[in-house]
């Protein structure tokens, strides 16, 4: 499926195929595709790039299709790669995690940091990190094939 090129976000470059790869829902998904393109929100004067995921209904494009700029697309990134790594060790807590300090990192960037932590102010965190926890473990090869080919490009071009 094409994705349109009519709407506010202008594509430049697509993955068309996307619902092939997609996880767990690979063969069956309504995500449709990726694109790296012009943001909708562009004012006058001003571009962005940003990332979009097109979502299809079976009869139209979805309204939950989504639209991030790129330093946000690769900040989700980080999040992943920091929970996994978190979650290779959780096992020594009896709660999967520190209840004395539900920080996990720090991770610096523009002068600042992004600090990736526990939710504690989730009423089930107990229950929801458990579940966390075996469902990241059973995507595990999933996620490492994409983890390591992501390593792989970054170490091409030289990070």
Request: include cysteine; proline fraction near 3%.
């Amino acid at each position: 499926m094409k994705i349109p090129t009519t709407l506010k976000h202008k594509p430049v470059i697509v993955s068309e195929n996307y619902e092939n790869i997609d996880g767990r829902n690979a063969y069956c998904s309504d995500t449709k595709g990726l694109s790296l393109g012009l943001a909708q929100w562009n004012d006058r004067g001003k571009v962005d790039i940003s990332a979009k995921v097109w979502r299809h209904t079976g009869e139209k494009w979805s309204r939950q299709s989504e639209e991030l700029p790129l330093h946000r697309v690769l900040d989700l990134a980080i999040l992943v790669c920091r929970a996994e790594q978190y979650f290779r060790e959780a096992y020594r807590f009896p709660k999967l995690y520190d209840e004395s300090n539900e920080i996990i990192d720090r991770v610096g960037l523009q002068g600042d940091a992004m600090t990736v932590a526990v939710c504690r102010d989730n009423p089930m965190l107990d229950e929801d990190i458990k579940l966390f926890a075996s469902t990241l473990s059973a995507d595990d090869e999933m996620l490492g094939e994409r983890f390591r080919t992501l390593s792989r490009i970054l170490k091409e071009m030289g990070y």
